[in-house]
C-alpha cells in the first residue's frame, strides 16, 4: 500500500495517524461501538477513503477528524496532519480538563469533612 492508495482498513488507519497505540486497540474501539465513519458505526475491516469523517470516543472525548489521506504505515506524530484533519470542536477537549480537575477535588467516600489541613492544601493547590 502506497500513500497514494485510496483506501485503507479503518482500524489500520485509527493506528497509523496515532489516535491509539496498538492496532489492536484501535480493533476492539471499532467492535466496541466507539468509532463510526460518515455517522454510521463501523466495523474493524471497513475501507475508509480520503473525505470521510471519522468519529471517535476515547474516553470522554469525541474526536472528529477528516480522513485526508491513507498513510503506508505509522506515521510520525509530526506527520500526522498531513494524513487527517482534526474537527473536534474545542468544547471536547474542555471535558476532559473538567473531568481531571473533579477527579483531584473528589473525595473518598465516608471519609468525613475535609480537616483544616486538607482545606488549606486544597486553596493553595487551586491558587486562592
Partial sequence: MSETDSAARLDKWLWAVRLFKTRSLATAACRAGSVSVNARPAKPSREVRPGEIVTVRIGLILRTLAVQAVPVSRVGAPR?????????????????????????????????????????????????
Fill in 80 to 128: 500526522v496532519g498531513e494524513f487527517c484533519q482534526d474537527r473536534t470542536p474545542p468544547e471536547e477537549y474542555e471535558k476532559a480538563r473538567q473531568q481531571r480537575v473533579q477527579h483531584v477535588l473528589a473525595r473518598e467516600r465516608g471519609s468525613g469533612r475535609p480537616t483544616k489541613r486538607d482545606r488549606r492544601a486544597l486553596e493553595r493547590f487551586l491558587g486562592g
